[in-house]
């Protein structure tokens, strides 16, 4: 049994629970106790961790719509629609190794910023189930397949479907593959109907793109004589069981089917408005019903993966575009990056808040910092504007331990699991080779998909 003591807890749960002076217990992978501080709980042979009232506990995030890669800031000042062809050109490219290093610098990236469960999209996703299972962190694998010529070079629903029965539920469940499609664009009816095929035979989850720019909308209509999301209800694909990334243009009829059908959106504030997108309407999607939780939309375009960053504009973003500074407050955000992933991934009743019973994916962050002080408290109340400093003070690297599954993967910082060192370099070297050939790879860019 692990007692962690004396720690201000941010629970995240259905009350938005705070307590000042709580304690954890984690008995193998799960909470046994989330409460308040409570000394004659403790067993006596518990590890105990006392946190001196300096450290605030509160559920890992998750980041529901991430892409790996060794590639990052050379595809700037494009638009999605002329960028996706430079991006293609990563995959034209892709060996396992490149991919292998990209989960490792990836996933240590992920962890260092308090990330715990990433719901992941690129290729050779046997390398990420297989750097998930060293290194410690829960992972949804949703390979980037595609089938249309000339887009037909990505993974296909059979390396798909191997992916599932080698590696769904590996690593005590921390590893989940799920049916992954590119795009509508990118992948035919035949695809999405293989997806749905593996979701009804292996009960996988579906994840895929949604409409990301205005532009890929008018292309629908022009091609499809319908919006992207009317084309996914046709073919079946709107159920609780999907996730959608982005849907940044998107109208209220679009939202109704994606509400009714009980399916969750991945919002990437940052990679929205990088790739000149926009600002998704998230309000209008959460009148709506629908479940929003963050991504990163990892380091491609964003160019980091740190859902910290992710929370504070996403807040600002939507107080922005609504003009109003009552809406998407801290505690909203915190749900966002959380619970709300949780949901997005089937999951909410094992991780996404701390809680006694659901498995112990936590993070610390410590207080000396200047810019989470001063903590102060409402005496009559638990409210803190601790809170408020969590997402719009807090910088990734206050990350001070990291603990999923009940086992401790980052402390003071540094990852336990992997030698940082090593991963860092293999990572430089092998990103610079990748790049070499991705670079020669230009005379294969194809058009952008425009009507
Ligand atoms: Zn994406």
Redesign the pocket.
């Known amino acids: 049994m692990q007692a962690i003591t004396h720690v201000i807890i941010v629970t995240v749960d259905s009350n938005d629970t705070v307590i000042r002076d709580g304690m954890l217990l984690i008995d193998g992978t799960g909470f046994d106790y989330v409460g308040e501080m409570d000394a004659a709980r403790i067993p006596r042979d518990a590890d105990i961790m006392d946190c001196k009232g300096c450290y605030v506990a509160m559920p890992g995030l998750i980041d529901t719509?991430?892409?790996s890669s060794l590639i990052r800031g050379v595809d700037e000042n494009l638009d999605l629609v002329d960028w996706l062809p430079v991006y293609d050109l990563e995959h034209r490219t892709c060996t396992p190794q490149d991919a292998r290093q990209a989960y490792r610098l990836g996933y240590l990236e992920c962890l260092l910023n308090g990330t715990t469960t990433v719901q992941d999209?690129h290729r050779h996703m046997d390398q990420a189930a297989i750097v998930a299972g060293e290194m410690g962190l829960r992972v949804f694998l949703a390979p980037y397949a595609a089938d249309v010529p000339p887009y037909d070079f990505f993974e296909t629903s059979d390396t798909n479907e191997r992916l599932i029965k080698d590696w769904h539920g590996a690593f005590d469940g921390r590893v989940q593959v799920e049916a992954g499609i590119e795009d509508v664009f990118y992948s035919s009816d035949v695809m999405y109907r293989r997806a749905l095929e593996m979701h009804e035979k292996y009960g996988v989850r579906i994840h895929t793109?949604g409409p990301?720019h205005p532009e890929e909308e008018d292309t629908a209509q022009t091609r499809f004589g319908m919006s992207i999301t009317q084309l996914l209800a046709k073919r079946g694909m709107l159920g609780d069981f999907l996730s959608l990334?982005?849907c940044v243009p998107i109208s209220e009829r679009d939202m109704e089917l994606i509400a009714q059908a009980g399916a969750s959106i991945c919002h990437?504030p940052i990679?929205a408005a990088k790739l000149g997108c926009g600002t998704a309407p998230v309000k209008r999607m959460e009148e709506a019903g629908i479940n929003v939780s963050l991504?990163s939309?990892?380091p491609i375009d964003n160019n980091s993966m740190n859902l910290f960053q992710e929370m504070k504009v996403a807040s600002l973003m939507q107080k922005a575009r609504y003009r109003d500074a009552k809406i998407f407050d801290a505690r909203h955000m915190l749900r966002m990056a959380t619970i709300n992933g949780a949901r997005s991934l089937g999951m909410e009743d094992s991780i996404g808040s701390l809680e006694a019973g659901k498995q112990a994916d936590l993070i610390m962050v410590g207080l000396d910092h200047p810019s989470l002080r001063p903590v102060c408290w409402n005496e009559t109340s638990t409210d803190t504007n601790l809170l408020w400093a969590l997402v719009f003070a807090m910088q990734g690297n206050f990350v001070d331990t990291v603990i999923v599954a009940g086992k401790t993967l980052v402390r003071h910082g540094h990852l336990l699991t992997d030698d940082e060192d090593e991963i860092l370099e293999s990572a430089q070297a092998q990103g610079v080779d990748w790049m070499r050939r991705r670079n020669a790879a230009f005379n294969q860019l194809l058009a952008p998909i425009r009507d």
């Open positions: 719509h991430n892409h999209m793109h990301e990334g982005h990437c990679s991504g939309d990892g």
